[in-house]
């Protein structure tokens, strides 16, 4: 059975940082692409940044492009996400994404719990 754990998210202030971290587990095969996507409540589900081990792919999307860092351990099953210069804007709950592919919300094959944060300005 594959599971998701993230950890990692709070609240800060705007221009601090935090860093989430999502530990897999149950996958019978290797290479599994992971990310980050966030969601406000009443909008959709968003690509925040994706990582592909198979091509040592990394991908940024809209302003996290400069500000976030994605990036997996040596084991392959732990991926995390370095916020820095967090904005009132980035206030959303973060969910791991696993398999499937990792840069489109409706084709991820496996979702973690959620995590918050929130950033005060």
């Known amino acids: 059975q594959v599971q998701l754990r993230e950890s990692g998210g709070g609240s800060v202030q705007a221009g601090g940082s935090l860093r989430l971290s999502c530990v897999s587990s149950g996958f019978p095969y290797g290479n599994v692409c992971m990310g980050w996507f966030r969601q406000v409540p009443g909008k959709e589900r968003e690509a925040v940044a994706a990582l592909f081990p198979a091509g040592g792919s990394t991908y940024y999307f809209g302003d996290a492009k400069g500000r976030f860092t994605i990036s997996q351990d040596s084991a392959g099953n732990t991926v995390s996400l370095q916020m820095d210069s967090l904005r009132p804007e980035d206030t959303a709950t973060y969910y791991c994404?696993?398999?499937?592919?990792?840069?489109?919300?409706?084709?991820?094959?496996?979702w973690g719990q959620g995590t918050q944060v929130t950033v005060s300005s």
């Open positions: 994404a696993a398999d499937g592919d990792c840069k489109v919300a409706k084709y991820v094959r496996y």
